[in-house]
């Protein structure tokens, strides 16, 4: 099994990838997006939203890291995707599944979905103009309106030569609104050979293993329940691994993770915004964490990095607290 973490716009950036893959079980990264409109774009986007291009294209923990573009014209992300590849992408993924309305509108994300034979030509022509090594991923959803273009959609996408395809299993329409269709995942295994990636509403350990039997996909590919619970992915390797559980990390193991990033993003963004990261990433945790909810009262209003270090400090275990005191 590999477990994949998800691209996930404005919210998993270099230093969130950084720490999460730091906690260990994550085999592969995506980047946010590089918007492909109508021109190649020089190299400095790129290593702004992949940082890791500067070091082999890995996290410092050595997960590759693949960059991701989102675009509808087919020339014009092949030549793009080539840049990346020669910028040292260790792989591309395509994006077919962003619901967001400015994207949709300007032609790129799940609007393709509508069309799967652009589909499949914006893939050949990436799969064509990337060095045949690195491999060419694309991740979409079940449809835009609904469901009845999927197969074809996966048809095509196996026939211009990707190397993997993750499915997200809800449709554009559906959003984010669960339950996620896993059912579907399952018949376009059938009907394709290429290798499929399921993802959609895995919170938890059991979500995980239930949606292996409902697939019959080997990997998976996890966002918002890693960003309310870091070590997920660990804890399905775990129980992959040898059936075993191993300690979950509770508040007390989230706390120093949160002092850590805080002081990741202090050292990226500019100070009077370097708390938004952190505050974003609490209003995901109040979701399995209720410790998350009060810590984000405490620090919602705050802009001074030492202001917010010093309530994240107070909220450190004992002897950390000793620590930071030094
Ligand atoms: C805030 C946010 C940003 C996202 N950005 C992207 C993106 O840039 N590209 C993409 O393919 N999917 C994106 N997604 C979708 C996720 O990668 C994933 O498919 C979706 O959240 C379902 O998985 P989950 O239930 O494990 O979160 C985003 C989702 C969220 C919530």
Known sequence: MRLM????????DHTMRELLTSLGGVDRCVTEFVRVTERLLPARVFHRLCPELERGGTTPSGVPVYVQLLGGRAAVMAE???RAAELGAPGIDLNFGCPAKTVNRSDGGAILLR???RVHEITAAVRAAVPAHIPVTVKTRLGFEDKTLFLEIADGIAAAGASELTVHARTKREGYRPPAHWEFIAEARQRVSLPIIANGEIWGVDDALRC???TGCDDLMLGRGVICRPDLPRLIAAADDCGDTVEPLGWQGITPLLLRFFEMTLREYDAHCAGNPLKQWLVYMRGYFPQ???LFEQVKRLRAPDDIRAVLQRHQPV???????A
């Open 319 to 325: 002897g950390r607290q000793a620590r930071c005191a």
């Open 80 to 82: 793009n995707a080539a």
């Open 115 to 117: 069309e799967p034979q």
């Open 292 to 294: 998350a909810g009060p």
């Open 212 to 214: 292996r039997a409902v």
């Open 5 to 12: 973490l998800a691209p996930m716009e404005g919210v998993i």
